[in-house]
């Protein structure tokens, strides 16, 4: 029998989606795994260093190994890179109960909010927020669909995918066909009471209103929800609740499409990960110095190893 699951994978120290064929090509791997695990989808947010999905599954620690091997295959060969994606263990948690799935769908569909990239879940792509009552939202899909011989371009020739899976031209899965929305739909009730979960703050209270689920699992709450992604300002992700964040700066996919781009131009490399340690030395001293980037943002997009 199937349960549900909040899974988180880290690509620690790295950037995990580095332009916009890598969120793609990310949510894909997720669909396709989703298929070929027989398990359900049902809301997800890829951000650039880690991603979270809520998943229905008899098998999460299998779910997760399909997804890994066919994204970090895909992630290697474009980067000319070596080894495994992402941390080496992969965070799990089960999920449980009214209140507690509606807590651990509404902290994965608002991580870009919290996280500082967008004031709110609808403005960010990389997430199933806008998918959810999108109709009643008044979002529509105006992208075209590709007909059904031109998704290996996208998925690789040997991709297994059912029938009601539907592409657009960006080469992306919609999500749509790929997640149960009604049954979202269904836990949220009306598209209100949705938009209150997307803009609701931590609480205390909202903590509480878990219990009534009468279940012996930990609450929900953004140190449980980020727990596998390491090092997290806390306070500083609960203070981007109010949607007050610098969100002009230069974000991680913009940056490493720039460098990865001046490696093959400037210094005849794939990618950055054929930088040598001087090479990238001197960039990030640019970065640093002269656009006045933030040095951590710097060192996990030229993947510079940390001081020792």
């Known amino acids: 029998m199937k349960k549900t699951y909040h899974l988180c994978l880290s690509a620690g120290d790295e950037v995990m989606f580095r332009d916009l064929e890598d969120y793609h090509r990310g949510f894909n791997c997720f669909a396709l795994a989703l298929y070929k695990t027989g398990s359900t989808g049902l809301a997800e ?9 809520l998943v229905q599954t008899t098998d999460p620690k299998g779910f997760m190994y399909c997804f890994r091997q066919s994204y970090g295959m895909y992630f290697n060969h474009k980067y000319h890179r ?21 807590a651990a769908a509404s902290y994965t569909l608002r991580n870009a909010v919290h996280h500082g990239v967008t004031p709110t879940p609808y403005a960010y792509p990389h997430c199933s927020a806008s998918a959810i009552f999108r109709r009643e939202m008044g979002k529509f899909l105006d992208e075209k669909i590709l007909p059904t011989r031109s998704y290996s371009k996208y998925i690789g020739r040997r991709a297994e995918f059912p029938n009601n899976y539907k592409m657009t031209e960006s080469g992306v899965f919609t999500r749509e066909s790929v997640l149960d929305i009604p049954q979202m739909e269904a836990l949220y ?12 703050k931590s609480s205390e209270e909202w ?21 596998g992604v390491g090092m997290q300002d806390i306070t500083r992700m609960i203070h981007f609740e109010s949607g007050k964040a610098d969100y002009r700066k230069i974000s991680d996919c913009e940056l490493c499409t720039e460098l ?39 060192r996990r997009c030229l993947v510079l190893p940390r001081h020792p």
Do not use: C, W
């Not at 947010?45 to 999905?53: D, F, P």
């Not at 009468?214 to 929900?220: F, R």
């Not at 950055?272 to 980037?293: D, G, P, T």
């Open 45 to 53: 947010a890829e951000m650039s260093t880690h991603m979270h999905q």
């Open 82 to 102: 070596e080894g495994r994606l992402g941390a080496e263990h992969h965070f799990t948690m089960e999920v449980a109960g009214y209140h507690h799935t509606v």
């Open 189 to 200: 009730g009306t598209p209100r009471a949705f938009n209150f979960y997307m803009t609701r």
């Open 207 to 227: 903590e509480s209103e878990q219990k009534k689920d009468g279940s012996l699992l930990q609450p929900v709450n953004i140190q449980l929800i980020e727990r």
């Open 260 to 298: 990865d781009k001046l490696a093959r131009e400037r210094y005849g490399k794939h990618s950055v990960y054929q930088l040598s340690l001087k090479e990238k030395q001197e960039i990030a001293e640019y970065l640093y110095r002269v656009r006045h980037i933030d040095e951590t943002k710097i």
